[in-house]
Structures are given as C-alpha cells and as structure tokens.
C-alpha cells in the first residue's frame, strides 16, 4: 500500500502535469507498477516502462498499449545507453 504513496510523491515533487511522458525505471517490481499506474491516472501521454522481467513489462504494456511503451533492460549495462536512446528519444 505505500508503494502508491510513494509513487504519488514523486510525481507530486518533479511537478508533473498531464500531457507529459516520464520513463519508469524498474517498472516491473511494486513501486515501478505502483508509478505506471499513476503516470496514466495523471494524464501521461506517453509512459517509458523499462524493467527486467519482459512477462510483467508485456502485463504492463496491455493496460493501455498507446500510451505505455514498455523497454526490456538488456544483459549487458554496456547496452543500456543504446537501448534508452534508440527505444525512449525524449521525456518529461
């Protein structure tokens, strides 16, 4: 339950404002999903899930497939820099 507090306040802290999209790093444990799940209640118009669990990302991604673009961490930490680049472009 205070994983949704949690989620709330940080969204409540960087200003958000409907209409923007916001990358959710680690998206698929409780806070990363309690964050996902905020962004589409405050308008997001676009939600980067990133995670490692590409089983959970896909449950994500099935919420509202038009706005939740999910991202599956590669192995490598050496791919990371590509991936957000080439998958993510820009955020709010």
């Given amino acids: 339950m ?3 507090s949690i989620a709330y306040g940080a969204f409540i802290r960087s200003d958000f404002a409907p209409g923007q999209s916001v ?3 680690g998206a ?3 806070l990363g999903t309690a964050s996902v799940l905020f962004a589409l209640s405050l308008g997001a118009s676009k ?3 990133v995670g490692r ?3 959970i990302l896909q449950s994500i991604s099935k919420l509202n497939p038009k706005r939740i ?3 599956p961490l590669p192995d490598q930490e050496t791919d990371y820099e590509t991936t957000f680049t080439s998958t993510i472009g820009e955020a709010d």
Avoid: H, M, P, Q
């Fill in 47 to 49: 939600v980067y899930a």
């Fill in 69 to 71: 673009k999910s991202i």
């Fill in 23 to 25: 990358v959710i790093n």
């Fill in 53 to 55: 669990n590409v089983d």
């Fill in 28 to 30: 698929t444990g409780n």
């Fill in 2 to 4: 205070y994983y949704l």
